[in-house]
C-alpha cells in the first residue's frame, strides 16, 4: 500500500528491491538476478524499467488497494448484513452464515461474515478466554464410555413451557442423542436411558454428575451400615441390574464433554427450534429424530478403535421391570400392602413380610415377590372409623347446704376432758384375777 511518504511492501517485495538495485547498479547481471528470483527475463526487465522510473514504488504489486476482482458484490453484502440484522441477530458468524445459504440463497464464508460483522460493530460473538484445563483423552472404543446430563434452559424461549434436553454423548465419536422432557427427575432419567439403548444398545459405562436422581442424598440405614453397603437411587439401582457401570463426577469439568454440548446446543438447537416454529415437546422430540443425524454427520469425530463396546439391547418386557421405580413395602396380616396412599389386596397366598412394589414408566403397577408377580386389586375405599356420640351428662347441681349442716353449726372452743379423782383405793386382792399383777 502506498502512502505519500511511506511505502509498504511484503518481504517478497523487499527481496526484489535489493537484486533490482544491484542490478541498476551492473553488480548483477539480469541473468543472475532471473535465478536468484526466480523470474523470467521479460518480468525481470520489466521489474528494471518501472525502479529506473519510479523508484521503490515500481515494485508494489499494481493490485494493491484496489477492489477485487473475485470480491462479492456491494448489494450481497448489504443484503447478507440486512438480514442479518432481521433474523439472525444473536447467531454467531458460523450458524449464520449456515443460514444464509440454506434459506435466503447466499454464499458467503463464515470469514468473511466475521469480518463484515466486526466492521460493523457488532462483537457479541467474541471468545472469551477460558481456563487451563487438563486435556483427558477419548475412550478408544464405541460404548466405551457416555457421558449424561440433563439441561434447564429456555429451549423454545417465550414460545413454550420450560422443559429440560436430556443428552447422551459418546465420549469415543462425540455422537449425540437427545429428547426433551418436562423436568430432570427419575422418570425422564429412566426413559431417556431406555430410549438410549433401544436406539444404540447398552454402554459399559455411563458418567453423570451428583444430582439427586442419579445418586441419592439419603444416610445410610443399620441395614445397609451392616451389610456395607451405600443406599442407591432408583436409577442407580436400574444400572446395577442393567450391569451398567454409573460413575459420578466431580466436578463440572471432568465431564467437560457434555457440558460443552449443552453450549453449542443452548445456541444452535434454540435457533433451530425457532426457525422451525417449534413450541411443544411433542414436535421438539420429533425435529430431534432427524436434526441429530445431521448434526452428528458433521461433528463426529472417527474413533481410534473399531470395537463397538455397546451390548446387545434387552427385550422390552426385561427392559419394563427394570427400568422402573421399585420400592420394598410390608405385606400386612391380612394380605393388604398400603402404596402411596391407596391400598392393595394381595390375592394369592404367599409367606413373605415384604414384597416390591414396581411403579412403570407407562403408568402400570406390578406387585412382585421374589421374581414371582403376584395377583392383587385395588381395595376401592378403606373402611372410616365410626365416630361414636359422646353419652350425655346432667349438668351438675349446686345447691345450698341444710340449716343443720356442719358446715353451717358454729365452731365451739376446745373443752379439756374432765378429770376423774378417785378417793378410795381399790383391793389388791380383787385385781389379782383380773390379770393386772
Known sequence: MVREDSVSMSIKELRRVHVMQQVIERKLTQVAAREILDLTDRQIRRLVGRV????????????????????????????????????????????????????????????????????????????????????????????????????????????????????????????????????????????????????????????????????????????????????????????????????????????????????????????????????TLDAANAFLAHWLPLYNRRFAVAPRGTANLHRPRPTARELDRILCQKTVRRLRNDFTVAHNGALYQIDDQIRAARVTVAEHLKGRLRIWHHDRALAFHRIGARPQPVELAAPMRRPRRIGKPAPDHPWRTPRRPHQPLPIQHHTQQPDISTLVGTGHF
Open 52 to 279: 529506473r522510473t519510479e523508484g521503490e514504488r515500481g515494485l508494489i504489486h499494481r493490485s494493491r488497494g484496489k477492489p477485487s476482482n473475485r470480491g462479492i458484490a456491494p448489494s450481497v453484502k448489504a443484503k447478507a448484513l440486512r438480514l442479518y440484522a432481521q433474523q439472525y441477530g444473536d447467531f454467531g458468524p458460523t450458524l449464520a452464515a449456515e443460514k444464509l445459504g440454506e434459506r435466503d440463497g447466499l454464499a458467503v464464508s463464515e470469514e468473511t461474515l466475521r469480518g463484515w460483522l466486526l466492521a460493523a460493530g457488532v462483537t457479541h460473538f467474541r471468545r472469551r478466554k477460558r481456563p487451563h484445563r487438563q486435556w483427558r483423552e477419548r475412550k478408544a472404543h464405541v460404548g466405551e464410555l457416555v457421558q449424561l446430563d440433563g439441561s434447564q434452559h429456555p429451549w423454545f424461549e417465550d414460545r413454550g413451557p420450560a422443559c429440560v434436553l436430556m443428552s447422551y454423548i459418546d465420549d469415543a465419536t462425540g455422537r449425540v442423542f437427545a429428547r426433551f422432557y418436562p423436568y430432570e427427575g427419575t422418570v425422564p432419567a429412566l426413559d431417556s436411558f431406555r430410549q438410549y439403548v433401544r436406539h444404540s444398545g447398552l454402554p459399559q459405562a455411563l458418567y453423570t454428575d451428583k444430582h439427586a436422581t442419579y445418586k441419592s442424598p439419603a444416610e445410610p440405614t443399620i441395614e445397609e451400615q451392616l451389610a456395607g453397603q451405600a443406599p442407591q437411587s432408583q436409577f442407580e439401582r436400574a444400572l446395577a441390574e442393567l450391569g451398567v457401570d454409573l460413575i459420578h463426577a466431580h466436578s463440572p469439568q471432568a465431564k467437560g464433554r457434555v457440558e460443552r454440548l449443552f453450549k453449542t446446543l443452548q445456541d444452535r438447537l434454540v435457533k433451530e427450534l425457532r426457525l422451525a416454529g417449534i413450541s
